[in-house]
């Protein structure tokens, strides 16, 4: 129900008008492992892929550039028969129109980005909002059909489009209200106040103790690991119980936790170890001469990615006073950044494959939700594995950063466009109610394409 001018694209850049025609600007997408082009690619149907020429999983057919079912009374574009080991395999292929979708997004930083709850805009709308902190990573989650459909008109726009960025793997600059802006790309370090991330923490305040306190003893008489979350110190921690670390008189300005194990040293922030200070020495007490303390001890005081440190000694007075870094323990701060894993942003589109959008594959959709569920069908999106949530429905997730370039479409709805595959075997597809006389050998799909032309690509992974 679309105009579009003669000579022109629609407002989704996926059909035109050429010749009074209506032309998919983007040929159905065909995945052949034989061709080597550069980039891998993991056919659907042999996600365990050693390399080796594998009889009947070389050439699949994706969902990128097939079109969509809509209105959803119709079977599919493409529904491919081909036999693979020895069974004979039905691929439902289709371009799913997804209104409740969004992303779920990673960004390995200790940084901090923002309080959690707090919302996330791009080019000022709110698109989404900052989740619970994990391990080494700050989490968003952008989108959803609130944010596409529930506001105003350019709320729905300005958030399709930043999804649409996202699924496509390109940089999208997203401003989280009272913290930081930062640029996410999928697979590309994240950029957090125009500075770019570097790596990721080796572990928690504590953790880092626990991997390094033996190759401290005998070099440093304390160690205090800074932490946003944990900050550790080694005199106190059971790893140096252990090994029999002497006691040292240190005082953490704090939260003790268990033994060694600081909470809510310092504010979050930008600073040491996602902290707010810049100072270590801030987070210290007065030292106690009773429980250890004595003039000439030395301290080494490090974050969890090894990008801070600093060596010191008390002096007569108790006071720690800065000293040259030590070249053996220099190695130590050397061996925490060389144990950091690079920081990256990591981009998982999720959407439910619900509602009307099962008929253009069965005439019985609770069939294919069951037959999902079940596992006897398997869903993939532009060729790659999605994880299927638990419950009802056909909750899906997957990594951007496994598709083909482009692989992600929408519609002025707005909505995002998806590439989306099941694929399970004929007998099963024909138990579940599927459209079984309009299905096609693959060999008449490749030659004669679909309703919109017999234009086709071809992406291929290297042997």
Same mark, same amino acid.
């Given at each position: ?60 057919? !994706? ?84 944010? @596409? ?20 793997? $390109? ?42 306190? !033996? ?87 490090? !974050? ?14 108790? $006071? ?36 009307? @959008? ?32 638990? =419950? ?16 992600? =479409? ?9 590439? @989306? ?10 138990? @579940?109610?599927?459209? $079984? ?23 291929? =992974?290297?042997?």
């Amino acid at each position: 129900m679309c105009y579009i001018a003669e000579g022109r694209a629609g407002a989704c850049d996926r059909y035109a008008n050429e010749g009074g025609k209506i032309i998919r600007c983007d040929p159905l997408t065909i995945l052949d492992r034989r061709v080597a082009k550069g980039d891998e690619i993991k056919p659907f149907l042999a996600a365990d892929w050693d390399g080796r020429t594998a009889s009947g999983a070389d050439v699949v057919v !994706s969902a990128i550039g097939a079109g969509t079912t809509y209105p959803d009374y119709k079977p599919a574009p493409f529904i491919v028969s081909r036999e693979i080991e020895g069974v004979d395999c039905v691929t439902v292929v289709t371009e799913a129109i997804f209104s409740y979708c969004g992303v779920k997004v990673k960004i390995d930083t200790d940084r901090h980005l923002g309080r959690e709850t707090a919302q996330v805009r791009s080019d000022g709308e709110i698109i989404g909002h900052v989740m619970t902190s994990e391990y080494g990573s700050q989490m968003l989650s952008l989108g959803g059909v609130d944010h @596409l459909t529930g506001g105003s008109k350019s709320e729905g726009r300005k958030t399709c489009d930043a999804l649409l960025r996202l699924c496509n793997k $390109e940089a999208v600059e997203l401003a989280i209200d009272g913290g930081s802006t930062v640029i996410v790309q999928a697979g590309a370090p994240p950029i957090v106040d125009g500075t770019p991330e570097d790596r990721m923490r080796v572990g928690c305040g504590s953790a880092t103790i626990g991997m390094f306190a !033996s190759q401290w003893k005998g070099l440093v008489d304390e160690v205090v690991v800074v932490d946003d979350h944990i900050t550790g110190v080694v005199s106190e921690h059971q790893a140096g119980k252990v090994i029999d670390w002497a006691d040292t008189g240190i005082r953490i300005l704090g939260h003790r936790s268990t033994p060694g194990r600081y909470f809510r040293v310092a504010a979050p922030g930008m600073g040491w170890g996602g902290t707010d200070i810049d100072d270590p020495l801030s987070i210290l007490g007065s030292w106690r001469e009773a429980k250890g303390a004595r003039p000439g001890l030395s301290l080494l005081m490090v !974050s969890t990615t090894g990008e801070h440190s600093a060596y010191f000694v008390l002096d007569d007075d108790l $006071e720690p006073k800065a000293q040259p870094m030590p070249t053996e323990l220099q190695q130590s701060v050397d061996l925490i950044a060389q144990n950091c894993e690079p920081a990256s942003c990591t981009v998982l589109f999720m959407g439910g494959a619900g509602g009307s @959008l099962r008929s253009g594959v069965t005439r019985n959709p609770i069939h294919l939700t069951q037959s999902v569920q079940r596992e006897q069908t398997r869903v993939t999106v532009g060729g790659v594995p999605a994880y299927v949530w638990p =419950g009802g429905g056909i909750t899906l997730m997957v990594d951007v950063a496994q598709l083909p370039d482009g692989a992600f =479409g929408y519609v002025p709805t707005p909505a995002l466009v998806a590439p @989306l595959e099941f694929t399970t075997s004929r007998a099963e597809y024909v138990a @579940l109610g599927g459209h $079984e006389t309009v299905i096609r050998a693959l060999d008449d799909v490749l030659e004669a394409g679909g309703e919109y032309g017999a234009d086709s690509r071809i992406l291929g =992974g290297a042997e």
